[in-house]
């Protein structure tokens, strides 16, 4: 087990990782599959808690969405050290248990958290998106997530 203080960087690096990843694919994705500017995937962002408000905020509302994102990056993390922390096997596998994990935050983020924010709704589904969604959340989001876990809570001999 980690000595106690170290933990939160693992914690930090793994939030900082996962939320990097994630909004670097969604702004090189949409931008090339349909040349949606970096500032509005910002701003869609920040919709969750403005609504269309947030496509009038110019960079205000897309600073706003990359606070809002790297938030959502750190709670995601700090969920899943919650509970690492207190069920050492998620610490053993972190390549079979983030893409787990990772599927998880999938779906709790497109079918709850989505619909309760101000977007208000489940985003139209399409194929390359979905599929391609489901993949950054289980490789670029849980796996970065369970190693920063494992490097903090892991054995010393396996860590």
Known sequence: MSNGRSWPRWLLLGA??????????????????????????LQSVASGLLGRNAYQGGGASAALGLALHFFNATVITAIFFAVASRVPALTRRPLLVGPLYGLVVYAVMNYVVIPLSAIGHFPKFVPIVATTGILVHMFFIGTPIAWAAKKAFGSPRTG
């Open 16 to 41: 900082v990782i996962a939320g990097t990843l994630d909004i670097t694919y969604a702004i090189v994705f949409f931008f090339f599959r349909n040349n949606v500017p970096p500032i509005r995937i």
